[in-house]
């Protein structure tokens, strides 16, 4: 049985269905990560787990421990919080330990806790200073540390970095993920920030409408989404995705037209679409080839540049209705107005039905994954 066990969730605030029939498995130790745009329940799933709102159908379990009416102080979990909730009047120590100090735990039990959690996280300098003298990120570390004290079964995170600035939160990351693994704990984080999904997690979940769109790996989800939604979501920038049509379907491959007149041969696989239907052909900005002959070409003019230093992001019109964003090399010499020739590697598009699910994969996929 896995860990932590999700069984066809529902909640239901009045008429309004957020969470729609979810179930979930998540093994012992893994680091997953709930993601999605804004309003999709991510966060809300988070606290029914969490045991701060009540789930309207279905069954919660950890352990193979039924939870699902269960107090949040008895589920044997400790939640971080996007505030860092911490109180200003106290010392760092007395914020990690205060929750063990009110359940009235053993005084050397609450200090082998607090050494063992300040040593983890940096924080033996800090003990005895007020929040008011802490940066955000140390203010987050102490918030994690009051999480780690409880030694939980169970660790969540509620979008604990979307307060600092970015310097802070790639820190953050690394110290989470090595917490994770000294640890060796299961975690579920919520995010919306797709960066940190990709970079942070065992298992994604991608979630909109409080459905599940899919789970997997990172690069899984990355170079073989179900449908258009999670390829655009993940990826930055996001996935090109140029409107098309089904010109042939023979020997195996589907011919998409080009705009400019090029045409794309892909290898069809099991697809079903019928010559002349309508898809939508998506390329990753990696996967142009810039400057140089291809299978199929597009030809455009770039509209803007922006150096990044490891790469260069390009900004380019191929016609009216399409515009791409490519990546080229980071010393790249190319400006405003230059005219560009973009060479299309095949086996790295990916194309979506008219309903926006995946009917052509990535053949990269099956080597990288």
Do not use: W
Request: charged letters at 20%; one cysteine or more; aromatic letters at 6%.
């Amino acid at each position: 049985m896995s860990y932590v066990t999700l069984d066809h969730i529902t909640k239901d605030f009045g008429p309004a269905r957020v969470i729609d029939d979810i179930s979930l498995a998540i093994e012992k130790g893994e680091f997953v990560v709930f993601v999605g745009p804004s309003g999709c329940g991510k966060s809300t799933l988070l606290r029914l787990i969490a045991g701060l709102e009540q789930v309207t159908g279905g069954a919660l379990a950890i352990d193979g421990r039924d939870i699902t009416r269960l107090d949040s102080a008895n589920r044997g979990i400790a939640m971080v919080f996007q505030s860092y909730a911490l109180y200003p009047h106290m010392t760092v120590a007395d914020n990690i330990t205060f929750g063990m100090r009110m359940n009235k735990v053993d005084k050397a039990l609450i200090a082998e806790r607090l050494s063992r959690a300040a040593q983890m996280l940096h924080l033996e300098p800090l003990l005895e200073r007020r929040p008011a003298q802490l940066s955000g990120g140390q203010r987050q570390r102490v918030a994690i540390g009051r999480a780690i004290v409880r030694d939980p079964s169970v660790f969540l995170f509620d979008e604990p970095l979307s307060n600092l600035d970015a310097a802070l939160r790639h820190e953050m990351r690394v110290e989470i993920l090595k917490l994770h693994r000294d640890l060796g704990s299961t975690m579920i984080y919520v995010t919306h920030d797709q960066v940190e999904a990709m970079t942070m997690a065992d298992k994604i979940v991608v979630l909109s409408g409080g459905k599940i769109e899919q789970i997997g790996s990172p690069l899984d989800l990355y170079l073989k989404p179900a449908n258009r939604f999670v390829a655009e979501f993940l990826g930055s920038p996001k996935i090109n995705t140029i409107e098309t049509s089904v010109a042939t379907l023979s020997d195996g491959f589907a011919s998409l037209p080009l705009p400019g007149g090029g045409v794309v041969a892909l290898p069809a696989g099991a697809t079903t679409v019928a010559p002349g239907a309508a898809v939508t052909l998506g390329v990753r900005p990696e996967h142009f080839v810039v400057g140089e002959a291809a299978q199929a070409t597009l030809s455009g003019t770039v509209e803007l540049v922006e150096h990044l230093g490891s790469e260069t992001l390009l900004t380019v019109r191929v016609d009216d209705d399409t515009v791409l964003t490519v990546k080229a090399d980071g010393v790249s010499r190319l400006r405003y107005g230059d005219a560009i020739s973009l060479g299309l590697r095949p086996e790295a598009c990916q194309v979506f039905d008219a309903a926006g699910e995946t009917i052509i994969f990535a053949s990269v996929a099956s080597a990288a994954v």
